[in-house]
């Protein structure tokens, strides 16, 4: 097996050591710290949690009927991973396919690959693949996994994350039609070996491409209904999708099929749809379900103050963002863009919407995402603070906007919508609250509107919007919240295009020196957040989660993929 550069070896052991979770289910994962004493790059296994926080050390025996009921805010708009973009998707997803490495408890582990090693020249990764099966019985192979890379990088796909593969040898001639899906760096050596051909030297690989495999036979079997519902696909992972209740249910059971089943002992997981935050409290009150993050403040008091229930406290690596259609006639212009961003009452909203659960945001990447140790928020020096100290009078500056726009240049005859992604009450409470607020600072009319994020996230795609509320998560590399924003980037909707940002973005990722990072990192995040204006953040996300003591196994760790593979149950009350 061929040695690893040490500038590599050394690189990816820093880029492991990263921090963060976030609202749900992440689907990313970030880089192992490899062993230097062997030439082949060999993930350990991860060491299991005897239980969550506040738990005896000494257990009592597992239930003999293992179930786990917990919560989805929303309905998934597909499992179909090559154009999923939300977080209830990728919760579901994680647990149902197996991706060729996993992040579990801080590290990465192997999953879907037994190991990889990387070339000298660190541009050829090879993963050697595990004996997996499908749930139907059918060995999962190399082609799976390659098939999934060739179809996102397939033009028609329309794959929102395709920024983040350029990495990939030829990936973004591919997309862009300049070259054929059969030139993609993605060799299949045989039904266990798949070859891997990079652009340039990524030690972030594993955090940044998704590795998710996909049958090919079944996928053009259903076409466009592939994940639309349970039967129109296969499992390969910890758990097989038995059951799909649209705005209801998704029920799971133990895949027996699965190459570590003897791991897995829960043998039936239900995830209820609930959008109604008192009706889910509600849930966790009576039992119905076992865990449940938790922002009203009455309900934390009473949850805490039961002895059946732990709290568990945790920062997301999660950002909430206002993001503005920079092709909208009004929004086009920086000084309205920025004349929102100044009014945005964020210390106020972490206080009087967040209950103080979340941090206000001042900048892009929220506090678990680090270079080399180094926050990159802190990197930044959150110059959207100076901003704001600056211009004292959001007003002056939304005027002035009108008058480079030749409009009327009273803030009375300005009126703009602000498209919330979601229809629950908490949603409306915030669109209400900020809707006074930013009125009150800027002397216009704000309109609201409400829709489910499936039909919220086409609308914004189509630029069917002026102003949009949505959160994003992040992973442990830095790179992937900025290439979010990039002009290629079908992820946000806001039609950023600033070819200075992109060409900055694509050079921090081949950039191994990790203080010339940070500064690149810095740069990028001001001239999104204040010299583009292109995003308004509000907070950053955090929060309590609520499960009862009888609960165990639960990956609590930064940029968690691990699902609900590890959880068990161990002296639940029949």
Not at 63 to 85: C, F, G, K, M, R
Not at 201 to 213: E, I
Not at 238 to 256: A, I, Q
Not at 378 to 390: I, N, S
Request: overall charge negative.
């Amino acid at each position: 097996m061929k040695k690893m550069l040490s500038l590599l070896l050394a690189l990816m052991m820093i880029v492991g050591m990263m921090a963060g979770c976030s609202d749900s289910s992440t689907e990313t994962s970030e880089p192992e710290e490899p062993n230097e004493s062997n030439e082949s790059t060999e993930p350990t296994e991860p060491t299991e949690p005897s239980g969550d926080d506040d738990t005896s050390s000494e257990e009592p025996p597992l239930d003999e009927v293992q179930y786990y009921n917990i919560n989805l805010s929303e309905e998934p708009a597909t499992l179909n991973h090559l154009i999923n973009a939300s977080v209830a998707g990728g919760t579901i997803l994680t647990n149902i396919l197996e991706p060729l490495v996993r992040n579990e408890w801080g590290e990465i582990v192997p999953a879907g690959c037994s190991d990889y090693e990387i070339s000298e020249d660190g541009l050829t990764w090879t993963f050697h693949l595990r004996e997996n099966y499908w749930n139907d019985g059918v060995q999962v192979t190399a082609q799976d996994y390659a098939y999934t890379l060739q179809m996102c990088a397939t033009p028609a796909t329309g794959y929102p994350y395709a920024a983040d593969m350029y990495v990939i040898k030829n990936f973004e001639a591919v997309v862009s039609g300049e070259m054929d899906v059969s030139e993609l760096g993605v060799n299949v050596v045989d039904d266990l070996t798949l070859e891997i051909e990079l652009s340039y030297v990524c030690p972030a690989l594993l955090n940044t491409v998704s590795f998710l495999p996909l049958r090919q036979d079944v996928y053009e079997e259903w076409g466009d209904r592939y994940g639309s519902e349970a039967e129109t696909m296969t499992c390969c992972g910890p758990f097989v999708l038995d059951e799909w209740t649209h705005n209801s249910t998704l029920k799971m059971s133990k895949n027996e099929q699965y190459w570590d089943a003897e791991t897995v002992k829960l043998e039936d997981v239900t995830y209820h749809i609930v959008t109604e935050e008192i009706a889910r409290y509600n849930m966790l009150d009576n039992g119905s379900l076992d865990s449940l993050s938790v922002s009203d403040v009455d309900y934390i008091a009473r949850f805490s103050a039961r002895e059946d229930l732990n709290a568990i406290h945790y920062s997301s690596a999660r950002t909430v963002m206002m993001v503005f259609n920079n092709e909208d006639p009004a929004f086009s212009n920086r000084n309205v863009r920025l004349a929102f961003s100044l009014a945005f009452p964020r210390e106020e909203s972490a206080t009087y919407i967040f209950n103080d659960l979340n941090e206000a945001a001042w900048s892009l990447t929220p506090p678990p995402v680090t270079e080399n140790g180094v926050a990159i928020r802190d990197a930044t020096g959150e110059p959207l603070k100076q901003l704001v100290a600056d211009n004292p009078d959001p007003k002056a500056v939304l005027i002035e906007g009108l008058k480079e726009l030749g409009m009327s240049e009273d803030p009375a005859d300005f009126e703009f919508e602000l498209y919330m992604s979601g229809t629950n009450s908490k949603m409306h409470t915030m669109g209400e609250y900020w809707q006074q607020e930013l009125q009150e600072a800027l002397g216009c009319t704000i309109t609201l509107r409400y829709d489910d994020y499936a039909i919220f996230s086409d609308n914004c795609s189509n630029g069917d919007f002026q102003v949009g509320y949505l959160s994003w998560g992040a992973n442990a590399d830095p790179s992937y919240m900025f290439n979010l924003f990039t002009s290629t980037s079908n992820s946000i909707p806001g039609k950023h295009n600033n070819p200075e940002y992109d060409e900055l973005a694509a050079a921090v990722q081949q950039e191994l020196d990790y203080e010339k990072r940070l500064e690149m990192f810095a740069e990028l995040d001001n001239m999104l957040v204040t010299e583009d204006v292109a995003i308004c953040p509000v907070v950053f996300g955090g929060g309590i989660t609520f499960r009862y003591d009888y609960v165990y196994g639960v990956d609590e760790s930064a940029f968690t993929d691990a699902g609900v593979k590890y959880v068990y149950t161990a002296g639940r009350e029949s």
